[in-house]
């Protein structure tokens, strides 16, 4: 180690060496001193890296120990405000006696001859963080997995403390329905549900711009916005960045980033834009995969789960008993025939409606043209012949005559087709007994 001190000791480049576990520093060279305008030993030796050469009260966030292994280098950049240079840095590990020592060798790119420019690596830094973002979105074929491991990466790369996605609600409030918390930080996101326009009317007059709102001190932005202080206050945040969702013309969100590190917050500003409308693309991605789910499992008239939901349904039922409601309309010929079909599509939106509200929380499927199952879990015997009695008398109250099969099993161990067709059986002999009643009611009236 005395000899890698003395090597580098009048090196070009700044140079120090800490011991990892303790993050104390045991070596800083002459470029390293003259930098940091540093005149004794003490000021250095002994001392937390993160406070002799950053100022912090705490590890540098973006530290590269993890990182970091014997025999090859980690090479990144970083910009030092304490001395106001950019600089790119090569980080190893060496271990002597047992003891693990980093060392980092870093070049002033301002004293570099051509040099890149600070614009330059902070341009570099974030095409990386929008690489990894991209990479995180396209790794998976679920659009709302897509959306949260894409703030995840987010959060992580701008070392903040929540990375979060806001929509706007019909009644015109925003509620938060993505939210990524570093280890440690409270997640907010069930406190932030149906946040009225009032608090929003400040920021949402930024977004209808197309602006960002960047806040550096929360304490300094109270007068500013009274009531979204009081928003963010009890949240713990001190400093954020938000910006508007957008497809087009429509605003319809925003997304935002707590308490980023002070010296990053410029950098993630000149992307935000960017990361908006990509971010706002996933969210199209994922209401276009629902309204082609919604579309796939139900029905296009009545709203209803249709046939093809049902096996996805059956194949998630616990073995537990099961009641099968089977439904046939009566007299939707004789609407469409003498009324039109418009007036008979009503009449089975009107039927489709009746149900589901009867049986709610509880499935209804459509099974095509004037037919509806709904299934029952957990009923005993005796209580789904009280609910098939309870759902006749609903029915006739709502003037709609149905023949009704009713099956109650104590298990679902059954094929679904076996139940199916007992349940089509009992639903045809109620339809026969139907007209059957409807006959005798003519030649009484003939006979009268």
Partial sequence: MKELMQFFENYADVVYIT??????????????????????????LGQKCYKTFYGYDLPCPNCTNDFLNENTFYDWSVINERVASTFLVRDTMIVENGVAYRVEIATDLNTLNPSPSQTQ????????????????????????????LSIETL??????????????????????????????????????QNVPASTMHVWNKHF?????????????????????????????????????????????????????PHDAIGNITTM????????????????????????????????????????????????QSITFFFFDLNGLKHINDYYGHHEGDLFIIRTANVLKNFFMPDPVFRMGGDEFL????????????????????????????????????????????????????????????YYSSRLHDRRIDRNS
């Avoid at 990894?132 to 959306?147: E, L, Q, R």
Wanted: proline content about 4%.
């Fill in 155 to 192: 959060g992580r790369q701008f070392d903040s403390d929540r990375m979060y996605i806001f929509e706007d609600n019909p009644d015109g409030t925003s509620s938060n329905t993505y939210e990524w918390c570093r280890k440690g930080i409270t997640p907010e996101i069930d406190n932030l």
């Fill in 121 to 148: 690596i902070k341009m570099n830094n974030n095409e990386r963080i929008l690489n990894n973002v991209y990479d995180a979105a396209y790794s998976t074929n679920d659009p709302i997995k897509a959306i949260e």
């Fill in 272 to 319: 935000y834009t960017l990361l908006g409308k990509f971010l706002a693309s996933l969210l199209r991605d994922r209401d276009r995969a629902k309204k082609l789910r919604q579309l796939s499992y139900n029905d296009a008239l009545t709203g209803l789960f249709n046939r093809a939901s049902l096996h996805d349904y059956m194949k998630a039922l616990k073995n």
């Fill in 208 to 260: 209808e711009k197309g602006e960002n709102i960047i806040i550096y001190d929360l304490e300094e932005y109270k007068p500013i916005d009274p009531e979204m202080y009081d928003t963010l206050k009890p949240q713990n945040i001190h400093s954020l960045v938000v910006g508007p969702l957008t497809i087009g013309d429509h605003h319809f969100g925003f997304y935002g980033v707590d308490n980023p």
């Fill in 374 to 433: 709904s299934i029952k879990i957990g009923l005993t015997e005796a209580e789904a012949q009280d609910m098939n009695e309870a759902l006749r008398k609903h029915l006739a109250d709502e003037d709609i005559s149905t023949a009704v099969g009713m099956v109650w099993k104590p298990d679902n161990s059954l094929p679904f087709n076996i139940i199916f067709k007992e349940a089509d059986y009992q639903m045809y002999n109620d339809k026969k007994k």
């Fill in 19 to 44: 011991e990892i576990s303790t993050n104390k520093v045991v070596f800083l060279n002459k470029a390293g001193r003259e930098a940091l305008h540093l005149t004794s030993d003490d000021q250095y």
